[in-house]
């Protein structure tokens, strides 16, 4: 087992009727910027609980947050919150409002001359507004985590960003606030929630049973409940292991002491940049090419992904590998998630304009081996055409 710090400042507040905890949870006399999507939240009763919930505070709302938070968005809340000097904010959506609430935090004290900084260039998030989650789409993990990524339309960038002061303070994790979610948005976050859990789980082993072992139960929990969820959204008890699976898919525990990856995360977001694909699915596309491309140095783990997981058994260690892969596949297309660049008509051009980039920007090693270069992410791209 590597050597960790694990540092996890979340409260969350889980089940039925516990949006009426947020008075609780918001300091005294704290004025507050309400951040929203689409205006889902206005017709499923969301809303209506978190303004009752809020009564007796001072309250201003930022609404139109985008499925891959828009930089100029953001921006915008920003001079909001500057001028209207909030000091708490509360994010009701999905990950993407959690993730461009991150970044508004962060960006309102910012003192460099461009926010955008933060995460072109890595600049240390020093202060940051103390804000809360009412969660309404379980996929990221975003409200128990202190990561965040931002999409920049202008220049079609997607990049990340994380520090110890975006951590939300409370998280509301209430399985009914996802009852009118589309079927494309719950395959989308049991998808985004699986691959989240892979990127820490399928590397090279550390002797860390405990963690593979949680890895597993998050990915066995996903796989059982996906087609309960995606028939019935409804139904409360599948929606909240769900929900709680995709949270502890990316809470920080599953990566305590192994080795990471993240490269088909690096990759597949220039999808998403480039193209508007949902998220979900670019890494869909990605990840399969990416674990028969790397198969020699991942081969213990995905043959225990394939044995624990997957009931594989049979056959020679490369055999089990590829058929572990091809179980991944048939899982990503039962939620009627394709998994190939044709299917989303994108090609050759694609994959050079993403080799460009990468060769602009000087990525090299990618990977828990630090080992994927500029050459071996167009030979993925490729494989996934």
Known sequence: MKNFQFYNPVRILFGKGQIASVAQQVPAGAKVLITYGGGSIKQNGVYEQVTAALQGFDTVEFGGIEANPHYETLMQAVELARTEKVDFILAVGGGSVVDGTKFIAAAVPFQGEDPWDILSKRAKVTSALPFGAVLTLPATGSEMNS????????????????????????????????????????????????????????????????????????????????????????????????????????????????????????????????????????????????????????????????????????????????????????????????????????????????????????????????DVQIADVEQILTLSL
């Open 147 to 370: 990561g965040s990524v931002v999409t920049r339309v202008s220049t079609k960038e997607k990049l990340a960003f994380s520090s110890p002061l975006t951590f939300p303070k409370f998280s509301i994790l209430d399985p009914e606030t996802c009852f009118t979610l589309p079927k494309r948005q719950i395959a989308n976050g049991i998808a985004d929630a699986f691959t989240h859990v892979l990127e820490q789980y399928l590397t090279y082993p550390v002797n860390t049973p405990l963690q593979d072992r949680q890895a597993e139960a998050v990915l066995l929990t996903l796989i059982e409940e996906a087609p309960k969820v995606l028939e019935n959204p409804r139904g409360y008890d599948a929606m909240a292991n769900f929900m709680w699976a995709a949270t502890n898919a990316l809470n920080g525990t599953l990566a305590a002491g192994v080795v990471t990856d993240w490269s088909t995360h690096y990759v597949a977001h220039e999808l998403t940049a480039l193209h508007g694909i949902d998220h979900a699915r670019t890494l869909a596309i990605v990840l399969p090419a990416m674990l028969r491309y790397r198969r020699a140095g991942k081969l213990q783990k995905l043959v225990q992904y394939g044995q624990r997981v997957w009931n594989i058994t049979a056959g020679t260690d490369e055999e089990r590998a590829e058929a572990a892969v091809q179980a991944t596949v048939r899982f990503f297309e039962s939620l009627e998630i394709k998994t190939r660049l044709s299917d989303y008509e994108v090609g050759e051009e694609t994959i050079r304009h993403i080799v460009q980039r990468f060769t602009e920007r000087g990525v090299k090693n990618l990977g828990e081996r630090a």
